[in-house]
Each structure stands twice: as C-alpha cells, then as structure tokens.
C-alpha cells in the first residue's frame, strides 16, 4: 500500500500545481488524536488510487462529472510535524512552497490555521479568509484555548483584509466573539441565513485571493462525526459541494486550503476520514476547473 494521498508522487518541495500536506500536530491534551488525521485521510485515499499502481493521470470517475481529477497536477510533501507552535512556525517556513502551487494541508487542531495563514503570507499581500466552521473561533483567549481563538489571532495579521465565517451555528458559539469579529469588519453568514447571503458573498470574492479553511465540525455530524465539537445540524455532503464549488468559482485564486479538527481517534472515524479525502478531491477539481494555479 502506497504511503502517500491518492498513490501520488512524494515530492520534496512545491512549485507547480497542488500539494497535500499533512499537519502532524496538536495544541492540547484534550484534542489528542488530530495530529493522526492525515495519516488516517492518507490511508482511506488508498481506495481511490489508481489501481495498476500508476500516479498521474489519476483515474476518479463520478457519475456527475466524470473524470474528476485527470488535469490535476497533485502531489504529496509528506508531513510536517511539531511538538508546539515555534517549531510548527519554523518548520512550514523550512517548507519549500512557491507562489505558483496551492497546498492542501490536512491535520491537526483548528489552531494551526494562524501558522499556515502566515506562511502564505510570504508569498500573498492582501488575503481574504473562508472559515467553513460551525463556530466563529473567535474568542480572545489565545493562551487557554488556541484553537477557539484562531480566527482572532488570523485577523491580527495585516495581511488578512476580512474572514468570512461560513456556517456558524449551534450552542458552542459566544455572542461577544460574534460581535468582536463583526466590529473588526468581518462577515458572519450564520448556517441559517447562507440562503440569503451567498450571492453577496460571491460577488465580494470576485478578484480576490482567497484562503479556505475548513474544520470538519462545518459538516453534519451524521456524516462527519469524528471531531472534538460535533454541533447537530448543518449541511449535507451534497450541500456543501455547492458552497466550496461556489466560493472557489468565485474566487480569483485559492491560494490554500486547510482541512482542521478531524480526530481519527474519535467514534465514526473511517466515515469521517472518508467524507474528508472526498471533499479534498471535489476540492480540487474545482480548483483545476475554475482557477489558475500561477
Ligand atoms: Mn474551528
């Protein structure tokens, strides 16, 4: 079995196209188990390799859109792995990643987001985020509670112009980080009121380098259960394929994705991890479809 996404080539830097990478790492003990994540999304890709052992062009056929990812140029960077944030900082700025690649980076807690949104900010000036999320991750209370106070810590960057946080909803979220963020400038679009907001969203993201990151407990719990903050409710596989397809259609480019808070470790993993390496390669599909990777 191969040891890499999709039986892909393992490459050591990256240049041209899209390059999975895996976060091994974890901010807490009480989230243990999300630096297993691409190691789990890895192993459950192995299904969708080409079965005579061949890398590119990969053959994944759907029913609605045929080969989905022969024109893809992607390939795997292996893993970056951390014990804590300096050297998770350190370490992705070891990682070679030109302007002219996307990174699809997959593992750890939500915190890790901060670090990878500004490694890319050596390579981007004015970055709008996409935060697939149940919840706003906008509390200040960096120190206690990382991965909850990700998105505030992002918007401390100056070169991150406005977060959109997709899809807020249910219980865990806190009224003052929604407010925060808004007084800051950015946009909620709650679960509840995409309907009405999208098309103004799309129009704002015309033009713009766009970072997506999406945590897993953006997802229905029904097929996405294996995260730290499961919230009931929120959208269908199917219904989210149509906001990622819509916002990276919209975009000018995606200049990166991460997908967070997937714990293996957790009940329903395997249908998890396997929801999680289907939106990867619905992912980029859209990409290759719809931006330009230089
Ligand atoms: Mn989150």
């Known amino acids: ?43 459950l890709s192995f299904r969708y390799a080409n079965a005579d052992g061949s890398c590119l062009p990969l053959k994944v056929y759907s029913p609605e859109e045929g080969y989905i990812l022969k024109d893809t140029p992607v390939y795997d960077l292996g893993d970056i792995k951390a014990n804590n944030f300096s050297e998770l900082e350190l370490n992705l700025l070891k990682c070679k990643i030109g302007k002219k690649c996307t990174p ?13 949104i500004k490694r890319m900010t050596t390579n981007y000036k004015d970055i709008v985020v996409v935060q697939f999320d149940a919840h706003s991750d906008f509390i200040d209370e960096y120190d206690d509670y990382p991965h909850g106070s990700v998105m505030n810590e992002t ?33 909620i679009i709650p679960y509840h009121k995409i309907q009405k907001k999208l098309k103004k969203l799309l129009r704002y993201l015309k033009g713009k380098n766009v970072y997506i990151t999406f945590d897993i407990d953006f997802l229905n719990p ?51 991890g396997t929801t999680i390496v289907n939106l990867i390669m619905e992912t980029l599909s859209y990409m290759t479809k719809y931006n330009t990777t230089s």
């Open 1 to 43: 079995m191969s040891d890499t996404f999709l039986g892909l080539s393992k490459k050591s830097q990256a240049l041209n196209g899209f390059y999975f990478i895996g976060i091994e790492f974890c901010s807490a003990e009480y989230l243990l188990g999300v630096e297993k994540a691409a190691e789990v999304v890895r192993r």
């Open 222 to 272: 029904a097929i996405a259960p294996a995260t730290n903050c499961p919230e009931p409710g929120g959208p269908s596989y199917y219904e989210t394929l149509k906001y990622l397809k819509e916002v990276i259609s919209s975009s000018k480019k995606i200049i990166g994705v991460d997908f967070v808070e997937y714990n293996p470790t957790c009940e329903g993993s395997v249908l998890t």
């Open 155 to 187: 918007c401390k960057l100056e070169e991150v112009t406005r977060i959109i946080h997709f899809g807020i909803r249910g219980n865990l979220n806190s009224q003052p980080a929604v407010r925060d963020s808004k007084d800051k400038g950015n946009i």
């Open 104 to 116: 699809i980076f997959v593992g750890g807690d939500h915190s890790v987001t901060y670090y990878l």
